[in-house]
């Protein structure tokens, strides 16, 4: 008489449950490198911060146009083509002219601004310095002071006496080091009286943004650097966006770990026009802001 041998299937159900769940458990884990997620920015991990093997190329490099005005409705009066280098660490800031444009379009930048908007400008500095930027972004006063306050103070070495006239108000800022928040930053830009002119002026601009960025480049995370693109989105006029800012986070961050002092500036030279107060920018000085923005 044959013997019914007793059936084992609920051991092979146990085992099989076993090796699924360590499936499962494999797949949460390194979920980041099976399916990696194609919304995550390259260069970062799936926590979002800086990669280990992460190394910038040129591609991550860009140049936008920064304006600055002083209500939200008000037509722009302070243009800088801002050059961020990848490869070298290195953002550059370069204060145009309001009339660079005029000997080719027969106007002021702000007046271009008002005719074709922040995609015009950039046509029109393309046009007279062959650099094309890929960004603008309009900030007022309100605006611009936010995020030069997320970013922190400056200490910086006035060089002379200046009075600053701000409606019927006016406010004297002595020679040597003063230490300035967001709001007198934004007053000693755009309202200070600087009596050599503008290049004189755009040299106090320009160090002292670039003070502004060495000086505290150390204390940014990368929270604090989505602060920052989220108060340029958000700015009164800009083309800046999330996908824009994804495809140049991991380079910026490479920047802020690694950089030193990053931050310059360079003030264009060239001649005006008495009669239509154009600006007529030298040759050699195209060459310079073309090297400094990596078309040359």
């Known amino acids: 008489m044959s013997v019914r041998r007793k059936s084992n299937w609920y051991i092979y159900l146990i085992a099989f449950g076993i090796t699924l769940a360590f499936a499962f458990m494999a797949i949460i884990a390194f979920r ?21 093997s ?13 304006m600055i005005s002083d209500g939200e409705d008000d037509m722009p009066q302070l243009f800088i083509m801002t050059a961020y280098d ?3 660490s290195r953002l550059t800031f370069i204060p145009i002219p309001n009339g660079i444009s005029v000997s080719l379009q027969g106007r002021t930048l702000p007046n271009v601004y008002s005719a074709k908007g922040g995609s015009g400008v950039i046509d029109a500095l393309n046009a007279v310095t062959g650099v094309e930027c890929t960004s603008y972004v309009v900030l007022d006063r ?4 936010n995020l030069a306050s997320a970013c922190g103070n400056v200490q910086f070495n006035v060089p002379r006496t200046i009075i600053i006239a701000d409606g019927v108000d006016a406010e004297t800022i002595n020679a040597g080091s003063q230490l300035f928040t967001s709001e007198m930053l934004y007053r000693y830009i755009m309202l200070a009286e600087y009596e050599d002119g503008e290049s004189y002026r755009f040299n106090m601009v320009g160090s002292i943004l670039a003070e502004l960025i060495n000086q505290n480049y150390n204390d940014i995370d990368s929270s ?3 602060t ?6 958000s700015a009164p006029d800009t083309d800046i966006t999330e996908e824009k800012y994804n495809a ?4 910026l961050l490479n920047t802020i770990q690694y950089g030193t002092s990053p931050a310059e500036y360079y003030v264009p030279y060239g001649t005006y026009d008495d009669d239509d107060g154009g600006f007529v920018i030298s040759d050699n000085s195209i060459t310079t802001i073309r090297q400094k923005t990596g078309v040359e």
């Not at 980041?32 to 280990?52: H, N, R, T």
């Not at 920052?228 to 989105?233: E, K």
């Not at 140049?248 to 380079?251: G, L, M």
């Open 32 to 52: 980041s490198y099976l399916f990696p997620d194609s919304s995550q920015s390259e260069g970062l991990d799936a926590s979002g911060e800086l990669s280990d």
């Open 228 to 233: 920052f693109a989220s108060l340029l989105m």
């Open 54 to 66: 992460f190394v910038p190329d040129s591609s991550q490099s860009f140049n936008m146009i920064v």
């Open 224 to 226: 604090l650097l989505d």
């Open 142 to 145: 309100s605006s611009f002071m």
């Open 248 to 251: 140049h986070k991991a380079a």
């Open 86 to 88: 990848a490869v070298e």
